[in-house]
DNA sequence: CTGAAAGCGCTAACAA
DNA sequence: TTGTTAGCGCTTTCAG
């Protein structure tokens, strides 16, 4: 076994013929060194093929480097929407050239295997932001706990949670697609709905539900999805079943709605005469479908830059509000 | 500011009224302490919500602490193909409780951006599994390099890259399908490849053209795929355009053969009367397909697993031999 | 511009 | 069973 032990910064010193500190100028870029020193010490770490030893660095300069994306999610899930891709890019985006790590950490905490807390517990990260946080994920209690930095995509469930958070305003998204609806002519207008023990799910719901009460329509036609095409597509069939003669429908996300469309296909209506459809995100789903798909802006990647602002300056020390971002209608064709 | 400088474990040892290795001892779990010591140093533990500095840990446990899973493709790709997940998920299943982070490494290197070599040079990680491995991707080249402890998922391209593998016979996987297809019955055999600058997609290809040869068949119905849906689609267009008469399909992947599938509904061939069909992956796509994917299995998390301990020994100075895994045929009804 | 010296917080012999 | 004592490899004053 090569028993070579790893050279250290006392090697190159020795090797450029300057002292460790002068090579660990060097290394890190300090102007203030002679060139002379500067070439010999290069030179020395290539032929050592020298690395800094990040444990030692990280001891004495305290810098954070690796932060959480948490996802209480089946890996299956979170393969499977683009949602969550769309958040770890804005997060690695956001991160820039900072040399830090994301660690994505996902699992069910439901199915009683706490590998997620038991790794949130165990200090393995500076930082962690929440991704898509249900009602009873309890999470909210075990980052306050361990008063690890957080800032959650998506507010809280849990009103005790008070940590820091960024969010759309979900019920005036629903609200705009609603009013869409209505403003098309629609008068039996369902929804599919996201997954309830979200707040994302509830507000988009209630913002439906307003909206139609204010227009003085029938709120009854909910069916509960997941957020997943399979469940869009499973309620759309019972919200039909229910009311055949349905003319307009809000999904609470685009993989429902395009689902939605598939099924509303197969059971002979046709999008947007018969029924209109909006659905919620604007992924890229939503331009490949056809027809393409009217539906609400969800600022993926904006949210998760702001996230990643807000849990540096968590990290720091600092106070932080919850920032809540814009949203707005795309009109295509489904609606 | 909380101006509160961390709590060190000389901070509990002195709450505890014990020794810094007393504390130290119950921190880790070593069972030479007395009840009582233990109890007091616990109780400073949660009173000080004290967590030990992983940095200083390492620094003297030399005790690696995280390995990054890299993958030179678009993030689009990564969440969208299950290949990626189920070695995601082995990967971290195969880790099992040892307290390693897996960091995901995305990123196309083609497109001019560097970050992942940049990433793997700046010793970020203790070691590296690499999954998807392109002919021009360098990788090899940068492990080498580095000197960074890696093994590569699928046998990797170039010769010159002399890391440990983990891989299937590919080649013999195809000829499986392709003999499936033949004992069929089969006469006008096409195939739809993989990339053609990953060994797997040259495998397969392989497998499928010297099966075909033995058997005095044509050879010509071949078209490149990348592995997702949208390619295979399209050389499933081209390739009844060329040949009408095709009876039998290999599918380099699932996600092709059933967007094949698709794709030969749509020009009026019934699967498999009129054209059989044989995937590659044996992934969720397979059983839910309809009709039901025969498909040539790919022990994707066993793969993963076997990685994760050449890896492992690699990381301990070992010297260690490719794992090759054996695969197999799954029958259902597509062919 | 450079070197000497002082730790960062922790674990691991070694003694007691 | 416990405490004492050395560092792990690095950065950073502080003198020179």
């Known amino acids: 076994m090569p028993a070579h032990p790893a050279p250290t910064l006392e090697d190159v010193a020795a090797r450029a013929g300057v002292s460790r500190a002068t090579a660990s100028r ?18 020395a770490v290539t032929e050592l093929s020298y690395r800094p030893n990040r444990a030692a660095r990280r001891l004495v300069t305290r810098a954070a480097d ?24 804005g997060v690695t985006r956001a991160l820039g050239s900072l040399p830090m ?5 996902m699992g069910n905490p439901d199915d009683g295997d706490h590998r997620m807390e038991r790794y949130l517990r165990g200090g393995h990260t500076d930082g962690a932001i929440v991704v898509s946080h249900h009602q009873n994920d309890n999470l909210w209690r075990v980052l306050a706990e361990t008063q ?23 019920a005036a998204g629903a609200a705009l697609a609603a ?7 629609c008068r039996r207008v369902g929804t599919v709905t996201g997954p309830l023990d979200m707040s994302a799910g509830q507000d988009r719901l209630r913002g439906w539900q307003e909206t139609l009460e204010a227009a003085g329509l029938e709120t009854d036609l909910v069916e509960h999805g997941d957020f997943t095409a399979a469940g869009g597509a499973e309620a759309t069939q019972r919200l039909l079943e229910r009311c055949p003669d349905l003319d307009g429908l809000f999904a609470a996300s685009d ?36 027809p393409a798909l009217t539906t609400v802006v969800n600022p993926i990647s904006e949210m998760a ?5 807000l849990l540096l300056r968590v990290m720091d020390g600092e106070v932080v509000e919850p920032a809540i971002l814009p949203t707005g209608l795309v009109v295509r064709e489904s609606a």
């Open 179 to 185: 009013r869409h609806l209505i403003e098309r002519g």
């Open 148 to 170: 690890l930095p957080s800032v959650f995509l998506g507010r809280p469930y849990a009103a005790e949670a008070r940590a820091p958070y960024v969010d759309v305003d979900n």
């Open 101 to 105: 790590q994301v660690v994505l950490v």
């Open 305 to 309: 830059s702001r996230a990643v602002d």
């Open 66 to 89: 690796s932060i959480a994306v948490v996802v209480p999610e089946s890996d299956e899930r979170v393969f499977s929407d683009p949602f969550f891709s769309g958040t770890l890019r």
């Open 26 to 43: 060097v290394v890190n870029g300090d102007p203030r060194v002679r060139e002379a020193a500067r070439v010999a010490v290069n030179a």
């Open 255 to 290: 993989q429902m709605a395009v689902a939605a469309i598939g099924e509303l296909g197969v059971a002979g209506r046709r999008v947007p005469d018969d029924v209109a459809v909006v659905g919620y995100d604007d992924s890229a789903a939503a331009t490949m479908s056809r």
